[in-house]
């Protein structure tokens, strides 16, 4: 069965410095995985997404993702956090069960960036 | 384009009230879903529809029912709305599965309260 652990459920960061979400999943076979980010009261946007191409992904706004299928990760990083950037972001597994791709999601990690 | 919309947008539900909440996308989707969010726990599918005059269960339908009259609008009705059900919901789009195009695009959510 697929599952998906982010590992913090809170990070907070210094504007300018590095953030780093962490994620954590489990699949059966090759998966696709994205990163969606929720700013408040907002919709779910899509950052980025992998699905067995190259396993450094790059997305939307400085962020990227690197897939390790030796270490079951999708860690999504970004080298200098902006005032912006402060959100929830949901790591996200895709498995195809009764005829859709079905998103599996983690609990999310709420981000906040101080000045 | 507008992409996929949501009405209404906020709402407050007496227990046993019954209500519609609208989704409608303008990207000629096949597939559309309605999940809800409650903190802590990412998003859960409640009902999903790979067509027209189709509907599924998802992982939390009881107490909800759904339909797909038009291909561009999805309905998610509570015919006796209980407080357990207050949460937010979002709808989502997407193209058939098929590796590589299997991201859902999210409606900005309804915010229901339920007294």
């Known amino acids: 069965a697929q599952s998906v652990t982010q590992l913090d459920s809170h990070v907070s960061v210094s504007e300018g410095t590095p953030v780093l979400l962490r994620c954590n999943y489990s699949s059966s076979y090759s998966p696709s995985l994205f990163w969606y980010v929720q700013h408040p009261n907002k919709g779910l946007q899509l950052l980025l997404k992998?699905?067995?191409?190259?396993?450094l992904v790059k997305g939307i706004n400085g962020f990227e993702a690197e897939f390790k299928k030796s270490e079951t990760s999708f860690h999504l990083t970004k080298p200098s956090a902006h005032m912006s950037d402060a959100a929830e972001y949901f790591c996200v597994v895709t498995t195809f069960s009764g005829g859709y791709n079905k998103l599996i999601f983690g609990a999310g990690t709420r981000l906040a960036v101080h000045p | 384009n507008a992409g996929v919309t949501q009405t209404p947008k906020f709402r407050v539900l007496k227990t046993g009230q019954s209500m519609t909440l609208l989704c409608a996308q303008d990207m000629n989707h096949e597939y559309m879903y309605w999940y809800r969010q409650d903190p802590g726990m990412g998003l859960r599918l409640i009902h999903y529809?790979?067509?027209?005059?189709?509907?599924a269960k998802g992982e939390v339908p009881d107490g909800y029912n759904v339909s797909r009259l038009k291909k561009q609008n999805f309905l998610l009705g509570l015919e006796s709305a209980a407080p357990s059900q207050t949460s937010v919901y979002f709808c989502?789009?997407?193209?058939?599965?098929?590796?590589?195009?299997?991201?859902?695009?999210f409606g900005p959510g309804t915010r229901l309260t339920v007294l």
């Open positions: 992998y699905t067995s191409a190259a396993t």
């Open positions: 989502a789009s997407s193209s058939p599965p098929a590796r590589g195009h299997n991201e859902q695009f």
């Open positions: 529809s790979v067509g027209e005059g189709t509907t």
